[in-house]
């Protein structure tokens, strides 16, 4: 059974820093693409940024593009997602999502696997 937990989530005022964790586990993930989604209230679920590790290559959405990180863990089953100079319009639910692809996916319907989201909130 494949599971994805984040973690990391929390309240932070405008111009701070969060770190969000993705703990994958049931099955390989060394091979496969995994991202970083957001849903606001009453929006969208956008993406954020993904991580191949066929490189590793990564792709950032221009909105968080020069304040956010995504990086993976030696083992690839953790996948990590760096937050600086947040904004108030950053505050959503977060994603983390493994697709079965090995490049780079942007998409949502890209990804077959989901976890249940963190809250970040910031005020400001």
């Known amino acids: 059974q494949v599971q994805l937990v984040e973690s990391g989530g929390g309240l932070v005022q405008a111009g701070g820093s969060l770190r969000l964790s993705c703990a994958a586990s049931?099955?390989?993930?060394?091979?496969?693409?995994m991202g970083w989604f957001r849903q606001a209230p009453g929006k969208e679920r956008d993406f954020v940024a993904s991580i191949s590790w066929s490189g590793p290559n990564t792709y950032y959405a221009d909105s968080v593009k020069g304040r956010f990180t995504i990086s993976g863990g030696d083992a690839k089953n953790t996948v990590y997602l760096q937050m600086n100079s947040l904004k108030p319009e950053d505050t959503a639910i977060y994603y983390c999502?493994?697709?079965?692809?090995?490049?780079?996916?942007?998409?949502?319907?890209?990804?077959?696997?989901w976890g249940q989201g963190t809250q970040v909130t910031v005020s400001s």
């Open positions: 049931g099955r390989t993930f060394s091979s496969v693409a």
């Open positions: 999502a493994a697709s079965l692809r090995t490049t780079i996916a942007t998409g949502r319907y890209d990804y077959t696997y």
